[in-house]
């Protein structure tokens, strides 16, 4: 008996021994295509439609009512649908940003291809806003100064293109050169330093914007700008938005 467990011990000793560090194992994978091909399961299905269909019912509520449609390319240096969001950032991210720190935002900037879907003729629900803003991004405020500000106004005039303000005026000649500016109707004064209300994807420097990375504080609000849209449906009976003078270019 004696013998024979030490004959079994030694077996198991050389088994183990085997195994090296230097073993390879081959480990394959393969693509499985996710399509209507895959039938659902019955029991997982019925734990889920209740769900969906609670919130379906909450996306598809009807908060407000916009009497046209709205586009990103229905415009030059502004658009309606543009104005809207940048007016809507404003409005809503304004009083959270001064209960926080006694300061008002001077004034918007965003990005045009944030907004990813047209606002249709009709009922608005929260649903338009996932469409319009399917991203995670948050309203943020830069504090600037002026001379960023002045970089500001030059990247626009070079991009010339329909990225969403509010509260801010520039007005180009027909060369592109910036011949006017103001923040809420008051001349640009590049020797102060501006609050300026952005998105957490530009004030990294996103689409070029690298301005924003001279900021000397950035305020985050942890308010999103879908959010901020949804809180301005839920109050505004009827969307009328219009292109303006917020951002031109003269003929002459």
Request: charge should be neutral; hydrophobic fraction near 40%.
């Amino acid at each position: 008996m004696k013998f024979k467990n030490i004959f079994l011990v030694l077996g198991l000793l050389l088994s183990f021994s085997c195994k090296t560090p230097s073993d390879v194992y081959k480990i394959e994978g393969k693509n499985v295509n996710v399509n209507d091909s895959i039938q659902a399961k019955p029991s997982i299905e019925s734990f889920i439609k209740p769900y969906r269909e609670n919130i379906n019912k909450d996306l598809d509520s009807i908060l407000a009512y916009a009497v046209d449609t709205y586009s990103k390319s229905d415009g030059h240096l502004n658009t309606a649908i543009g104005n809207l969001m940048a007016d809507v950032v404003y409005d809503e991210a304004d009083p959270v940003f001064f209960k926080r720190t006694g300061a008002h935002i001077d004034f918007v900037l965003l990005n045009h291809g944030g907004i990813r879907s047209i606002i249709s003729k009709g009922p608005i629900t929260k649903r338009t806003a996932f469409e319009m803003m399917p991203f995670e991004n948050s309203i943020v405020v830069s504090k600037l100064p002026g001379a960023q500000v002045k970089e500001l106004l030059d990247y626009l005039a070079k991009a010339k293109r329909a990225h969403p303000i509010s509260q801010l005026k520039i007005v180009l000649d027909k060369d592109a050169n910036v011949v006017e500016s103001s923040i809420k109707k008051l001349p640009i004064d590049f020797n102060k330093t501006y609050y300026i209300a952005t998105n957490d994807y530009l004030i990294n420097g996103g689409d070029g914007m690298d301005f924003f990375k001279a900021s000397e504080e950035v305020i985050v609000l942890d308010y999103k700008i879908r959010n901020a849209l949804i809180d301005y449906f839920m109050k505004t009976d009827t969307l009328n938005p219009v292109m303006d003078d917020r951002f031109i270019q003269l003929k002459d």
